[in-house]
């Protein structure tokens, strides 16, 4: 199974969780909490000597770029629907794969850290590195822009990793204060594209919770409308101990059966909040699931 070594909140970790979604790909995740500085850990290094995040390692093989792990998922994926074996259309991923890496990262990464990282450390973000970006982030967005004008997605009518990498590095961004108004192709892409697509959807949380961790609050007490409701059967809290004499009905007839006293809970959704989560005065707590 391909090991995952990541952290969800960021813009390629987020990237590859949500490709591997989309492909249906098994692996197993391992967290590299980057905001303790994880991936600089001597351990981590073996596998990443980049000491960034994302890794994969499957069997001998380990891989270390974001765009790589996904076309190596999608390469053993049953499906090439989202990563073509046609070879003119897999060069047409391939470009926008590329053009990401090299230039639409570094653009919209100047947005995340001014808007997005120096808030959250408390800093003021710095309008002057803002200005002087905002020229060459224009420029590319129309690039994006223009070929959005023409297909539904970016390489046709199906959607491919390629998408999910290039809407990674704005995947905040209205909090990264990008201005899609200007570029209603790009806007309608990200909004009614790829922020519908489930995958896209199920990584965000983590990613509220670690940026933007107001927003991610204010969500939770949206979704505090709750759609799923259980019974839990408490038992009766009696002064006397609980003893199994159920048929026994004269030592029975003073005590309360196990699961007598029924209670409706409604369950939502808390894995956004995770991380604040300890074990609460009945003794629950919240932990990784592994698979
Ligand atoms: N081109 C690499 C970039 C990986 C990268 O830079 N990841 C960031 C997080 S999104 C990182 O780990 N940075 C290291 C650091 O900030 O110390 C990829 O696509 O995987």
New binding site residues.
């Given amino acids: 199974m391909l090991e995952v070594y990541l952290?969800p909140c960021?813009?390629?970790?987020r990237?590859?969780l949500a490709g591997l979604d989309l492909l249906g790909t098994q692996y197993h995740f391992n967290h590299v909490d980057?905001f303790t500085?994880a991936?600089?850990s001597p351990e981590y290094k073996k596998i990443n000597p980049?000491?960034?995040?994302?890794?994969a390692v499957d069997g001998e093989c380990t891989i270390?770029?974001?765009?790589?792990?996904l076309q190596y998922a999608a390469d053993h994926s049953p499906t090439d629907r989202y990563y073509p074996k046609d070879l003119k259309k897999r060069a047409d991923v391939n470009r926008w794969l590329l053009w990401e890496?090299s230039v639409w990262?570094q653009s919209c990464?100047v947005y995340l850290v001014e808007y997005v990282v120096k808030p959250l450390l408390k800093t003021e973000p710095d309008e002057s590195v803002i200005a002087e970006q905002a020229p060459r982030w224009n420029q590319l967005a129309r690039i994006l822009d223009d070929q959005l004008s023409k297909t539904k997605w970016l390489t046709g009518d199906e959607v491919t990793i390629a998408d999910l990498a290039v809407a990674s590095p704005m995947h905040l961004h209205k909090a990264q204060r990008l201005p899609l108004d200007k570029y209603l192709n790009l806007k309608r892409w990200m909004v009614e594209g790829i922020e519908k697509l489930p995958c896209w959807q199920k990584t965000q949380g983590a990613v509220d919770q670690a940026l933007l961790p107001d927003r991610a609050a204010a969500n939770d007490s949206h979704q505090a409308k709750p759609d799923v409701h259980a019974t839990l059967n408490y038992t009766k809290d009696v002064e006397k101990l609980t003893e199994l004499h159920f048929y026994e009905t004269d030592k029975a007839k003073d005590i309360h059966e196990p699961g007598d006293d029924p209670h409706q809970i409604a369950i939502t959704d808390g894995w956004s909040r995770a991380k604040s989560f300890s074990g609460d005065k009945h003794g629950f707590s919240l932990h990784d699931f592994k698979t």
Avoid at 64 to 69: K, L, Q, R, W, Y
Wanted: charged residues 15%; aromatic residues 12%.
């Fill in positions: 952290d960021t813009v390629n970790s990237k590859v980057y500085g991936h600089k980049h000491a960034t995040v994302p890794s270390t770029e974001s765009n790589a792990i890496g990262f990464y």
